[in-house]
């Protein structure tokens, strides 16, 4: 079955460190975005990227960092700049085409500082 | 910039009841595409509905309907016969129609309460 996996589901980072969540997908879909969610914020949207070896920034990028190396593979990394990381970690992806999608979304990554 | 806005923070509705969820947004655009999404407890996004801006007809998923106004740039969401699995946050969103690989934004998110 084609679909996107998160991992971990939950992760917890110390003051300082910089982690990494995972976001792999096999729908071969082009366009990858990473979204944080807080309570009463709704969705933000951090980094996305079209292609492959290409990104841009979304609303919320500072003190995050993003790769595309793969059409598969989208990892998110929220660096020691980053001075409130502890959110709900939404990745999605959507083909790049004309037409009529919505996204289809991980099950997400819960982060949290401790 | 386009953005979205939800007013009801939270709705409740008896079961068997209809409830209808407020969404307004603002663009300049006049080609774009207008979706709610579902988060329940589980925090999976589940696209509920979704509307082409160009067509006036509004859109219908079984329970799910919208009322779609585009001069007023509304897009309600009406949820008919109201079941406990309903409840949950959703979320209103928006994307620009030129390419299907823009971004959606979204907003701020209503949660749903159904009373049994």
């Known amino acids: 079955d084609g679909g996107i996996t998160q991992s971990p589901k939950y992760l917890f980072r110390k003051e300082g460190q910089n982690v990494t969540l995972s976001c792999e997908q096999n729908l071969n879909h082009d366009a990858m975005y990473w979204y944080r969610q807080d309570p009463g914020q709704g969705l933000r949207l951090i980094y996305y990227s079209q292609i492959v070896n290409d990104f841009q920034k979304g609303d919320i990028a500072e003190g995050y960092s993003v790769s595309r190396e793969k059409k598969e593979s989208f990892p998110l990394t929220v660096t020691s700049a980053q001075k409130n990381p502890t959110a709900f970690y939404l990745c999605?992806?959507?083909?790049?085409?004309?037409?009529?999608?919505?996204?289809?979304f991980g099950s997400g990554t819960r982060l949290t500082v401790v | 910039a386009q953005t979205v806005t939800q007013s009801q923070p939270e709705m409740s509705v008896q079961e068997a009841e209809t409830v209808t969820l407020s969404c307004t947004y603002d663009t300049s655009e006049s080609d774009y595409y207008l979706f709610w999404y579902k988060q329940p407890p589980s925090r999976q996004m589940i696209l509920v509905i979704r509307q082409e801006a160009y067509k006036q007809q509004n859109a219908t998923e079984n329970r799910f309907s919208v009322n779609f106004q585009k001069a007023a740039k509304s897009f309600s969401l009406k949820i008919s016969d109201s079941q406990l699995g309903d409840a949950a946050m959703y979320f209103c969103a928006y994307r620009r129609g030129e390419t299907s690989g823009s971004r959606l934004t979204f907003g701020e998110g209503t949660q749903l309460t159904v009373n049994p």
């Open positions: 999605a992806t959507t083909p790049y085409s004309p037409g009529f999608y919505g996204y289809t």
